[in-house]
């Protein structure tokens, strides 16, 4: 697999310095299901892509882009050892590591990855849902348990939040979150998030933090939600302060006649790198 319709020469391992990492992971989805879908369908329409980002000037396939092979489990528990494994290796050759899911399973395995190279890791996670469930569906790695686990490794922010459990609200932590009701233009909330980051961040996007107008294609869409420049704005602040270690996009959901969703999440982890490598 390719990821956009860059010459060959930037496409090998051993001279790409990103490595997109698919993740075809559906189990234990709680809604509409397909993330597992995601990943193929993501570096599919890629190809559809501009190379040249206007906003940076530059075109960061140059660094090499590598699709890597895809990793497959058939539970949220092996999913995290895998995930692990292969974040893990792929750190160790130095490689910019971008997990491209899959549900939101897929990130607890690469956080613990990120988090053994950078011990002072900050996760940044940009969501419609808290994803504080201590246990769901049998299982305390589930989509709806990660943040509760990612938040036993390292500090969490949690932007773009418009739904949860009663079980979730004891485990919120009020100074770190950013409820979407209070996120309006006038509040300054970027710039609020970005006051609460340093250092090492990695940034978790499930992409039902966009409004469902425009990203109806997730497993659990929920209306009220971020719009395109909303979470590139953001973005491009975390890459000025911060070091923006690697990053991961979840949850997409592909639909039959509607590929824009597709193309948004393509085009999103393209510009992306162009912000971490201009």
Known sequence: MIFGEIP????SFNNSGIVLLPVPFDEGSSWLKG??????SVIDVSGN?????????TEVYRQGIHVDRPVKAGSPEELNEKVYSGVQRLLDKDKFV?????NHSVSIG????????????MVLQLDAHSDLR??????????????ARIREMCPVVQVGIRSMCEEERAFIDENNTFYAHDMTPASGWQQKVIDKL???????IDLDVFDPSLMPATGTPEPGGLFYYDVLHLVKLVNEKCNLRGFDV??????KDNKAPDFLAAKLIYQMLSYKFS
């Not at 971008?98 to 899959?102: D, T």
């Not at 690469?110 to 890791?121: E, G, N, S």
């Not at 979840?250 to 639909?255: A, F, G, S, Y």
């Open 198 to 204: 340093k250092g090492d961040v990695y940034i978790t």
């Open 49 to 57: 892509l501009e190379l040249y980002d206007i906003e940076t000037g």
């Open 134 to 147: 201590q246990e769901y569906l049998g299982s305390r790695f589930n989509h709806a348990c990660v943040m």
């Open 250 to 255: 979840v949850e997409l959901c592909p639909l």
């Open 8 to 11: 060959e020469k930037y496409t």
């Open 98 to 102: 971008v997990p491209v899911g899959g």
């Open 35 to 40: 993330a597992d879908k995601g990943p193929e």
């Open 110 to 121: 690469a956080v613990r990855a990120f988090k053994d190279k950078y011990p002072d890791l």
